[in-house]
Every structure is written in structure tokens, then in C-alpha cells.
């Protein structure tokens, strides 16, 4: 699912800005399937003073849902600061996918009433319990037991923690998968990162964090005048006060946090559960993810851990459509018992350094953990340093921004601001003689002495390059101590924070120690500290082995001692085999067709089925248009023509040749398949230059500029992409996939986005396009843009072919027709009332002198004599059949197969 950050934004930019001014930011598109919404008001807890809390929610049930076919469920709750708005795109993907989908506002969020408890089991976790209530109470909804639905519960942060609570105060709760939440909230916000007998109990306060979290709850809701404590309880409200003057959290405040804390629940959380962490987050860092998982897996209940490239801090962010699919994998295995392979193997996402070429984020893979971490070490060297905290922490170094520090990351040493002066002691490595891969929190033992009665301090480790121009702090993450006792010298053990990060040959590691941070408090008053290196300097680094795409790595050494040897026995029988079946491959007889699919079948594990004997042709010339509702198997079928994956049965010929991975038709053909993605810094024209010069064909025969006219895109083809907007976006992706002028074009969805006169524009570019004797093939669920633009129709549902033929053909082989009869004034309701009375009629709506028929098996002229003959006078009759009737026609047919 995708993590939300809004509630972070604001605060953010105010933080850039007093820094700068101190120191002189497809899934593969398809139909739409037939979701029913509906907003309603749930009943919460009531407030500390009895007052009544109503809940708002919306309720997504999916098409198909009924009494006679239950689905499961899952509640949505959102970040901090959000309201159910934000859950409103995963809450309807769920419900695509035929789960009833509840997304509701939290109390004191949004359109909810009551107040802020920051996930307190007495409030938001009983509130949780009535919207599980409330599903119990929908025949829609899939029963384990009477009062017992089956149902999941998801949410980012605030709703992440939210559900392991409910999870352990509600065993109703089937599934849960949290993303990027807290297991210790006293630890998320004071944290401690060393131990040892020099550790104090008290961790250092994270005020920039918790002041846009407080920051987030004050501010008054529409028409609400602005109080000091806004929207929070006044318990809450004191003790946040009382932190954000001392720096210290009060034993009231620490029994809050710890009461909305997961780890008071862990221990009886039997919901198999799916937790999502952040390796680019401050707030809320991987440690806490770990600890949860740890907590749960140890009584026995299935946990998988991911740690994604994204977080609060932003990061890279490109792996929503992974999060969204595991998810969904994960419900449906608990919820829905689908049979598939539970997986429960820990998985981090390792960030390359190059770009992608969809959609310029760094590439990254997923890592699967093959076997229990190992640990290298590195010594560190240095002697004794002094340095000075100023009074108050001010001026502070500056290592990170909330809300933005893992997009300050990418940028590497650019962003690594000077520590001011006399505020930093450093160690370092000496050039590293290999590569050290880190997946983990490293660790390295201090001695610190001061003249105050303890010390904070702020622990780093950076990557430094071998001629010392490049300082990049992994993930822009610190650790912050407190040590006591240290006026004669403590010892403290430190594990810095978890990242996965890898130290190239060459480098070293320099551990950095300052006194200030501007994101935590400092103490009020001036002191001197002494830092020195203890246990010999030695720096443990962790690391997991693992191999990308879920492999074991073990199985690598094996494949390279018998690789060649397969290779060299495999090239000849290839060669003959080839020499072979070249002549199959080309049907000489199909070598002027565009299209053949010839009983085409694609199936998935646990028996899904995803297109099923589908066999249809597309001559030149032709725009064909793809309907079906979501699920209805367009897309496979698409990335199938497109030789993207393999068909399971049947085969598919493009101008006689048959379809295989890079087969050399493929040139023949354009293709809009996913999501557009461009280089945001290039032009339109530059990008379009660059995608046909990586394709290693020659610029002249791109015909850039054909290509630009038919997609209509104008003198804005030289802007830079980032000002593009999203329907820009679209039409310079169909400009992409006309370059060439390729014979056959196959466009998924390619009016998304699009305003109505940019619908019409593109349009009129098909039906240029196809005007020069090529080919469309376009998927929409726009069935009045299809229509006007096809010439013909292919009809999926259910991965299954339900009709095809020209437009007219599908328009006149309809089963039922709808007609406009204009009937004398005043006389709407009589003339209703006559037709309602008949056989043959499906249904009759009027607006004022105007009836719309809709016809089964009657003729037009029977409703008008009927109407004639008792006393009507019609004034007009016209036929309204549309594409919409017909496809709605078929479509329903098909639900019983």
C-alpha cells in the first residue's frame, strides 16, 4: 500500500526554510470494476467527559458481494494528521479485488468528532472495535461466527500501530499488515541508542518529530476557534507541554505512550501479521519494525518483515505497487485461504545507484534473507576529543529534516551541512580492502567524560570516498545517547541505526560524534565533553546474505560450477532446434494480418485463471477497442501481444510471426502498455530522442516530428516533463509509442488523465493514425470515447471473449434497445404508467415530456401503439441504443459463467 506523508509536508518546508536562512524538497492500468461506495457515520467511544463521538467512514463494497456471496473485509485507518480520504485509492483496489473495504476517520480527524488519544486503548482501539462491530452487521461480509467477521486491518504510522493494538485487544482481527509504524512510542520519541552502565534511563527528545506530531492535532478544524491544546485530550496535552519545556518526559507521559505502545500488545497478537518498515525514516526507524516483529514471532503467530525504500523522510518511494501486491497477497492468504505457500522470510530493498528508465528513481531490488546475519568488523582510530555544547544547542548541527531527510540523502555530500565549530569528534577506518555490505544496526563502544552530570551526545557513521569529496551519511539517520556518570569517564555501547547500505573498496568509514542536533533537544546549559574510541575501536558491521528476486545465494556457486557446461551442451541443440522451427514461426498465409490470437490461455498459481480461450484477429486499418471490467483479463492479454509474459495455452501471431520474448516483429509495433515514466529534467522532445536512441535504432527513422503532429502535443513537446501535467504525461507516452510510425499500435488505457478536450484530441490522433493504413489496438473503459474512436470492438469479461465484431455490429445485435418517445405535455406520468403495464419492457424513465424505453424482445412500434391507443399523442421516436447498453448487456450475461 502506499505510505502517506501529508501530515509531515508543512512542518517540513517551515524547517527548510529557518535552515536556509541559518546557514546564509501502474499497476498496470485497467477498467474500473463496478465498486459501491457509500459514506456513513459509525458510533465511537465517548470522550474523557461523556460527550458522544460519531466516526466518519466510507464503505466500498465490491461487485458480487451479497448475502448469498459473502466476502472478508478489511478496516483502513490512516497516518497522523490524515482523515479516510487518504486511504481512499487502496480502500477501492481492495475492493477491485473483492474485499469489503471500510476507511474511516480517525477521532478527532478529518469529518470524526471526539478527541485526540494518540491510539489510546481506551478510545481509538475501542473505536476500531466498532467498526469491526459495524461489519459484523452487513450480510455483505464473510462470518467466521455470529458477531465475527473475517477481516483484516491495514494502516501507514498512526494507522499501522493502530492495527497491531486492535489486533491485540480484538482476536476477531484475521490479518493485519502495519506499515511503517512505532513498537515503543517513548523510545520512537526519546529515543536511547546505547547501553551499558554509562546509559541513562531517559532518552533525548526528538522535539522537531514531536513538535509536527503535536503541531499536526492543534490545528483547529473548519469554524473551530484555536486552542493551545486543539483537538487532544488535556492529558495528552500537559504532558507534551511539560516535554517540549524540559526536554523530559513525565511519568504520566511515559504511561500514555507506553498504554499506545505495541509492545504492551505483542505478546497476544495471533493475527498473522505483515509489517512494512521504512529504511528512510527518523521518525519512525527500522529498530522499531524489528521489534515488533521479534515481540510477535516469538509466541508463535506468522510474521513476515520488508523494509522498503521509502518512509517518513520520503526516500525513493518506488516500491508502492510491491507493497500493494504484497498486501494483497497477504489478505488473501489469511482472509480469503487461497492456498498459497505462506511466506514468512525477512525481505529488504537494496537501492542501486542508477536510474530507472520508467520513472528516473533509483533502481532497486528486493533482497530475500537465505540464512541468520553475519557480522564483519572494521577497526575505527583516534585519539581523545573535546567538544563543546553551546548553550540551549544553539548554533546546532544539522543533519537531517524531518519529512524530507531521505530525499536530502539521494543528494549525497550536498546536503551534509558543516558541524559548527568545536561540536565534533571523528574516528575513522583505514580504506577498506573490499566491499562491506551492511543490513543491520553497526555498533562501536565509547568513553565519554564531562563536566555536567551527563552528557547527550549525536553518534554517525559516514561513507567517506577516498580522496575525503564525498561525506554521504546513509539514510541521513543518527544516534542519539545520554550517558550518566560520565564526570569520571562512562562507557557506553552504541548500535547506531539500522540501514542497508553498501562501503565500496576503497573507502572509509568515519564515525562522527557531535553535541548538538537541531531535530533533538540539547541541554539548557554550556558543558565540555571528552569522547574517546573503547574496546580497541572496533566497529561491528551486520550484514544478512540473501539474494535478489528471493533466490538463495548458496544455489549461485552451485549454478556457476555447471553453467558452462550447460551452456556449451545447450548452444548446438539450440541451433538445430532453431534452424528447425524458424519456418513454424512464420505463417506466410497470416504475413498482411496485424493481430491473431488463437486460443489464448494464461493461468497463475493456486488456479487463478487470468484469460481463458480467447481467439480474435485485427486486420489493417482497424481500430480496435478492448472493453472489459477490471479483472476481465485486458491486460494480460495486452502484455501478452507484447511478448512481456507468456501465454499458458494457445498462441499469438503479429503479422505471421508468433509472438515470443524480443521476437523481431516486436519493431513492428508501438506500444503503451504501462505507466508513462520520463526523465523529469529532460524535454518532451529530449526524452523522446533519447527512448529511440537507447533503442539502437537510427535517428532517421524515428519520423520524431510525424509522430509529434499526430499526438497533437504542440510547442509544449520543449518544456521540461516535471512542469508536464498528468494528461501531458499521457500524450507524450502515445508520442513514444508512435515513433517510427510503427505498423501496429497497442495502447493500454491512454486517455487517463485526460480533460474532455484532450479526450477529443486524442481521439481525432487514432483516427489519423489508423487513416495511413496502421493498426490500432486500444484497451478503455471510456466506452462512449470507444464508440466514437473504434471501428471495432473486442468484449472480455472474466478473462473470457463475450463478443467482437465491427461497432455497428455489437450496436445492432443488442438485446434489449432503448428508445426517447416525446409524449404531449403534462402527460409523462400516464404515458409511464401504460408502459410499465407491458410485456417486453425492461424498464421506463421520463423527465417531463420525455420517456426513455428500454426494450426486451418488444418492438418500438407496440409501445407506441399502446401509447396511441390509450389516448397519447407521441410526438417523436428515436432510437438511443449506446455502446454502454450493449457492453452492460454482455457483461451481465457473462456473470453466471
Known amino acids: 500500500m502506499r505510505v502517506r506523508r501529508r501530515w509531515v509536508v508543512w512542518g517540513a518546508a517551515a524547517v527548510v526554510a529557518v535552515v536556509l536562512c541559518g546557514a546564509a524538497v501502474s499497476a498496470a492500468a485497467g477498467s474500473t470494476p463496478a465498486v459501491r461506495t457509500q459514506a456513513l457515520r459509525i458510533t465511537g467511544t465517548p470522550d474523557p467527559d461523556g460527550s458522544p463521538v460519531s466516526l466518519d467512514a466510507t464503505l466500498y463494497v465490491p461487485a458480487g458481494a451479497s448475502a448469498s456471496h459473502p466476502a472478508p473485509a478489511v478496516v483502513l485507518a490512516h497516518g497522523f494528521g490524515g482523515s479516510k480520504s487518504d486511504e481512499d485509492a487502496d480502500a477501492r483496489f481492495l475492493a477491485q479485488h473483492g474485499y469489503v473495504a471500510l476507511a474511516y476517520s480517525a477521532r478527532g480527524f478529518g469529518a470524526s468528532g471526539g478527541q485526540i488519544a494518540v491510539d489510546s486503548p481506551d478510545y481509538e482501539v475501542r473505536d476500531a472495535s466498532k467498526t ?11 462470518k467466521d461466527a455470529p458477531g465475527d467477521p473475517r477481516v483484516g486491518f491495514t494502516g501507514p504510522s498512526y494507522g499501522g500501530a493502530l492495527s497491531l493494538l486492535a489486533a491485540g485487544y480484538d482476536h476477531r482481527i484475521d490479518a493485519i499488515a502495519p506499515e511503517i509504524t512505532w513498537n515503543d512510542l517513548n523510545q520512537a520519541l526519546f529515543p536511547q541508542d546505547g547501553s551499558g552502565p554509562g546509559a541513562a534511563q531517559a532518552g533525548v527528545f526528538k522535539k ?3 513538535g509536527e506530531f503535536f503541531g499536526a492535532g492543534t490545528t483547529p478544524l473548519s469554524g473551530q476557534a484555536a486552542t493551545v491544546c486543539g483537538r ?12 517540549a519545556t524540559t526536554g523530559v518526559a513525565s511519568p504520566t507521559l511515559r504511561s500514555l505512550l507506553a498504554a499506545s505502545s505495541p509492545d504492551s500488545v505483542t505478546s497476544r497478537i495471533n493475527a498473522p501479521t505483515l509489517l512494512v518498515q521504512g529504511e528512510d525514516d527518523s521518525l519512525f526507524p527500522l529498530s522499531e519494525g524489528d521489534a515488533n516483529a521479534r515481540q510477535i514471532a516469538a509466541h508463535g503467530t506468522p510474521v513476515k518483515e520488508l523494509w522498503y525504500s521509502g518512509g517518513h523522510d520520503g526516500g525513493t518511494d ?7 501486491s504484497l498486501t494483497l497477497s497477504w489478505f488473501d492468504r489469511y482472509l480469503k485461504h487461497d492456498g498459497s505457500t505462506p511466506d514468512t522470510a525477512f525481505q529488504f530493498i537494496r537501492t542501486g545507484s542508477a536510474l530507472s528508465s520508467e520513472n528516473s528513481s533509483p533502481t532497486s531490488s528486493v533482497v530475500t534473507a537465505s540464512g541468520p546475519a553475519t557480522t564483519s568488523t572494521v577497526t575505527l582510530h583516534g585519539t581523545a576529543q573535546g567538544i563543546v555544547s553551546p548553550p540551549g544547542g544553539n548554533p546546532a548541527a544539522v543533519t537531517g529534516l524531518p519529512g524530507l531527510s531521505g530525499v536530502l540523502g539521494e543528494l549525497g555530500s550536498a546536503v551534509n551541512l558543516p558541524t559548527p565549530p568545536g561540536q565534533q569528534a571523528t574516528f575513522e577506518s583505514a580504506p577498506l580492502g573490499n566491499a562491506v555490505d551492511v543490513v543491520g544496526g553497526p555498533s562501536v563502544s565509547l568513553t565519554v567524560s564531562t563536566d555536567a552530570p551527563d552528557a547527550t551526545l549525536f553518534v554517525k557513521l559516514y561513507d567517506a570516498a577516498p580522496d575525503g569529496s564525498a561525506m554521504v551519511l546513509p539514510n541521513q539517520l543518527l544516534a542519539p545517547i ?9 562507557t557506553i555501547r552504541i548500535t547506531l541505526p539500522e540501514i542497508v547500505h553498501d562501503f565500496p573498496a576503497g573507502h572509509r568509514l568515519m564515525l562522527a560524534v557531535s553535541s548538538t542536533d537541531l531535530a533533538y533537544q540539547s541541554p539548557a546549559t554550556a558543558h565540555t565533553y571528552s569522547v574517546a574510541l573503547a574496546g580497541g575501536g572496533v566497529l561491528n558491521l551486520p550484514d544478512v546474505p540473501g539474494a535478489a528476486g528471493g533466490g538463495l545465494a548458496a544455489l549461485w556457486a552451485v549454478a556457476a560450477a555447471v553453467a558452462f557446461l550447460i551452456a556449451a551442451l545447450a548452444v548446438l541443440g539450440y541451433v538445430r532446434r532453431r534452424a528447425r522451427t524458424r519456418e513454424a514461426e512464420v505463417d506466410p498465409e497470416l504475413a498482411d494480418v496485424p493481430v491473431v490470437l488463437s486460443h489464448l490461455g494464461k493461468a497463475y498459481g493456486g488456479g487463478f485463471r487470468a484469460v481463458t480461450d480467447v481467439s480474435f484477429r485485427v486486420e489493417r486499418g482497424q481500430v480496435l477497442g478492448l472493453l472489459g471490467p477490471n479483472g476481465a483479463g485486458k491486460t494480460t492479454a495486452l502484455r501478452m501481444l507484447m511478448g512481456l509474459i507468456h501465454p499458458t495455452e494457445g498462441e499469438i501471431r503479429v503479422f505471421g510471426h508468433r509472438i515470443t520474448p524480443s521476437a523481431s516483429v516486436l519493431s513492428r509495433v508501438g506500444a503503451f502498455v504501462e505507466g508513462p515514466g520520463f526523465l523529469p529534467h529532460l524535454s518532451g522532445r529530449d526524452n523522446l530522442e533519447l527512448s529511440w536512441a537507447a533503442a539502437g ?20 513537446i520543449e518544456r521540461k516533463v516535471k512542469t508536464y501535467s498528468q494528461g501531458m504525461r499521457q500524450r507524450l507516452a502515445v508520442a513514444q509509442a508512435m515513433l517510427g510510425l510503427p505498423d501496429l499500435l497497442v495502447l493500454d488505457e491512454p486517455t487517463n488523465g485526460l480533460d474532455p478536450p484532450q479526450i477529443r484530441e486524442m481521439r481525432e490522433a487514432l483516427r489519423r493514425y489508423a487513416a495511413t493504413g496502421r493498426t490500432v489496438v486500444v484497451s478503455s473503459h471510456l466506452l462512449a470515447e470507444v464508440e466514437q474512436t473504434c471501428t471495432h470492438c473486442v468484449v472480455m469479461a472474466r478473462g473470457r471473449l463475450v463478443a467482437q465484431g465491427s461497432v455497428t455490429e455489437l450496436l445492432s445485435a443488442a438485446t434489449s434497445v432503448a428508445v426517447a418517445i416525446d409524449v404531449g405535455p403534462g402527460e409523462s406520468a400516464r404515458a409511464h404508467k401504460v408502459l410499465t403495464e ?13 420517456l426513455t424505453v428500454r426494450l426486451e424482445g418488444l418492438r418500438p412500434s407496440a409501445a407506441v401503439t399502446a401509447l396511441v391507443g390509450a389516448g397519447l399523442a407521441v410526438e417523436r421516436i428515436a432510437p438511443q441504443n449506446r455502446l454502454e447498453d450493449v457492453f452492460l448487456d454482455l457483461v451481465e450475461e457473462r456473470q453466471g459463467v
Open 132 to 142: 469491526i462491530d459495524f461489519l459484523a452487521s452487513l450480510p455483505e461480509v464473510l
Open 208 to 210: 522537531v518529530w514531536a
Open 232 to 243: 487532544f485530550t488535556a492529558a495528552i496535552c500537559a504532558g507534551y507541554q511539560q516535554s
Open 318 to 324: 518506488a516500491d508502492g505497487d510491491r507493497l500493494r
Open 482 to 490: 545520554r550517558v550518566t556518570g560520565s564526570s569520571t569517564g562512562a
Open 697 to 716: 535504432r537510427p535517428s532517421g527513422d524515428a519520423d520524431l516530428e510525424a509522430a509529434l503532429e499526430l499526438a497533437g502535443l504542440g510547442e509544449s
Open 838 to 850: 407491458m410485456a417486453g419492457i425492461a424498464g421506463v424513465t421520463y423527465d417531463d415530456d420525455r
